[in-house]
């Protein structure tokens, strides 16, 4: 049922391959590339999910990885480095989103309201009906829960795993997934 | 069963209608887009780098010659230098404040108390002055009481080598008031 297409990790290189390579300056930067060309679709559309707007989802995906590069040498290997990846996409989103809204909203549903207008306005956005309104409903989430339902729908991350991302436990995690969820399809149901 | 499993079963049971849905979305990207964005990355990290080599150049006509370190190194032991030195730096700071504000909690105490100190000795205080005193203090100003309680002080000096020092007393204290001044002591 899942596009594979979005999914599509090169799994030909281990996290042990690339974190020794890394650590050899004559192959750190070889090393660097396998990891973008392993990672980068994965962690760009969580992002673009996230934010909508394609430059916007570019600028963070380069800020991400340049974030990696700086602190891979640092990674003390306790998750896979794909999930330690999506824990500085999650933080430096979600304070971008932040700085947006105080920025130039005042409340979160002119948050909201921008957001919807990007999906429907912006370029690079080129879906069906059933997949616009699916996005919509994901908008009127507040964006911690937002951020949940993208990683468990979409990324089927494992809620232990987010739980090390977030800091959360996993019962709430599962709590903020299911009315999420729920929310998402009472919207789509009204709105049919 | 695997994780995909897991949140499939788990989305149907909760949304049935959300989990019948294909997951998808309808985000595109340039062409090329992500083959391009390789090359980018490693463009602006060699970017990173050259800012950083350029904060410790020297032009090209110095005359100094430099140890066969790599960029990288040098870099690192200078900001470990610089570090030193600001914490040293701060430390002093830290320092000095904390002495200054002992020093001035220090004088404060001792002005406080220098003036507040009462220093009473054997004989400065007696009953009947400090009677007097309290007779007379709605009535007279405080310079009038210091007054009284200085000649009554000299009064009592002179009446241990006179006996005639009571009578004076007694008379200084009628002139003041119509209060027979061997009340005073009754009470």
Known sequence: MFSESLLNMDQTISDEEILRQFSNEAEKEKAFTLLVHRDQKRIYYFIRRMVIDHDDANDLTQDVFIKVWNHLSSFKGESAIIHWIYKIAVNHTYTFLEKKKKKFTWSSLDDENELVNKLHAGKYIDGDAIQMKLQEGILTLPPKQRIVFQLRYFDEIAYEEMSKMLGTSTGALKASYHKAAEKIEAFMIRNQ | ?187
């Open chain 2, 1 to 187: 069963m695997n994780s995909r499993d897991e949140i499939e079963d788990e989305l149907k049971e909760m949304t049935p209608y959300l989990s019948s849905l294909q997951k998808s979305h309808p985000f595109k990207v340039p062409s090329t887009y992500f083959e391009e964005m390789e090359v980018k990355l490693i463009s602006s990290i060699n970017k990173q780098g050259k800012d950083e080599e350029t904060i410790f150049s020297f032009p090209e006509e110095h005359p100094f010659n430099v140890p066969g370190y790599r960029d990288e190194e040098l870099h690192e032991k200078e900001i470990r230098a610089t570090s030193a030195i600001t914490k040293k730096i701060s430390d002093y700071k830290l320092w000095l404040a904390a002495a200054s504000v002992a020093v001035v909690a220090v004088a404060s105490t001792t002005l406080f108390f220098k003036d507040h100190s009462i220093e009473i000795t054997p004989g400065t205080v007696t009953t009947e002055s400090v009677a007097s005193d309290l007779m007379y203090a709605s009535e007279v100003d405080e310079a009038m009481v210091v007054e009284l309680y200085l000649q009554d002080q000299q009064q009592t000096t002179e009446q241990n080598n006179s006996s005639d020092n009571a009578n004076d007393e007694n008379n200084f204290l009628r002139d003041v008031t119509d209060i027979d001044p061997n009340l005073i002591y009754e009470m």
